[in-house]
């Protein structure tokens, strides 16, 4: 059973490897630096989803109407395929299956003493916030400063999320959070209601639950660590 199963996962991969390629006859990986375990850098896996040299425009975070996206990207980033691939980090050991999404160093550089906590663990292809803000790029959609709008917005309950995982984080923990990670390709909601449950079990902040059920509009807010919210980027 494990072999079909791996066997079907190598097979759609070279296949969305072949159409990326097809596109524009250039590699059809994407290996961005990210910052692990103990602020260790690393080259992470994906998929390419936009077209050629997009991350030398200087924007990091990506809307949905970001028109450095391909079609073929498009399809990819809607069902995740292009964190497949970073389950060759995970073998290496630059990841794990379940951790804080790994950043840039731009990113890290910023974080607040609070926020370093994330970088105690390996990061991993998926956890609480690849569930709650799996619509990234909707949030994102039409901001003057996408970079900006993700540290007002996004950041704040991603890092608090995060912490939170490295707090309390365990097996059973995991084997939750990956069977989410499916249910939410399928039926977000029902993957909203199972993270607000888990969170609800662990006694976490009601701020933090309400905001994990992404039924109200999000409004800016202050990293965890900060009492200002960001207002610019260095």
């Not at 072999?3 to 590699?27: A, E, M, S």
């Not at 984080?169 to 939410?184: E, G, H, N, Q, Y």
């Amino acid at each position: 059973m494990y072999i079909g199963v791996g066997g079907g996962l190598l097979t759609l991969i070279l296949i969305i490897i072949l159409l990326i390629w097809l596109r524009d006859r250039q590699n059809p990986l994407y290996m961005p630096y990210r910052v692990g375990c103990g602020g260790r850098p690393f080259r992470m896996v994906k998929l390419r989803t936009m077209i050629a040299g997009a991350d030398k425009t200087g924007v990091n975070s990506t809307s949905a109407n970001d028109r450095r996206i391909t079609p073929i990207g498009n399809f990819t980033r809607r069902f995740k395929l292009d964190e497949l691939t970073q389950l060759w980090n995970v073998l290496v050991g630059d990841m794990s299956l379940v951790g804080p999404r790994p950043n840039l160093k731009q990113a890290t550089d910023n974080y607040t003493l609070e926020e370093k906590k994330l970088l105690t663990v390996k990061p991993g292809i998926t956890d609480f916030s690849s569930i709650v803000f799996s619509d990234e790029g909707d949030i994102l959609r039409g901001a003057a400063d996408p970079d900006l709008a993700y540290d007002q917005l996004i950041r704040p309950w991603k890092s608090r999320l995060g912490i939170l995982y490295v707090e309390r984080r365990s097996f059973l923990l995991d084997i939750k959070l990956i069977m989410l990670t499916a249910v939410a390709i399928v039926n977000r909601r029902s993957a909203l209601n199972g993270v607000q449950g888990i969170l609800r079990d662990m006694e976490a902040p009601k701020a933090l639950i309400q905001v994990s059920g992404r039924q109200d509009q999000l409004v800016p807010h202050p990293p965890p660590g900060m009492t200002e919210i960001v207002t610019s980027r260095s």
